[in-house]
């Protein structure tokens, strides 16, 4: 068991100072002529992109939803007071 516990922990701490190792530099330049790296960085790019696009759809819906929720309740509240709402004119 003990041997099995430090194998374990001796790949962990491998991997883990490989990746924290890493630079910058170590890294391929955004001038690479490598056609496959600059594919992934153009899909990189519009993924970014795309991601963006969807959070400001997000945000434009939910300000939208909570604006419907506040008429929804003062529609509810009205009508448990037993007057008529705006909306229901």
């Known amino acids: 068991m003990k041997k099995i516990v430090s194998t374990l922990l001796f790949c962990m701490f491998s ?3 490989a990746c924290w190792a890493q630079t910058e530099a170590d890294r391929t330049s955004p001038g690479t002529n490598d056609q496959i790296v600059q594919m992934h960085e153009r899909i990189s790019e519009a993924n970014r992109v795309y ?3 969807v959070a400001a759809a997000k945000r434009v819906y939910l300000r939208q939803k909570a ?4 008429e929804r309740d003062a529609s509810v509240a009205a009508a448990r007071e037993g007057t008529p709402s705006a909306a229901t004119q």
């Open 67 to 70: 604006a419907a929720k506040k």
């Open 15 to 17: 991997a883990a100072s």
């Open 51 to 53: 991601d963006a696009k």
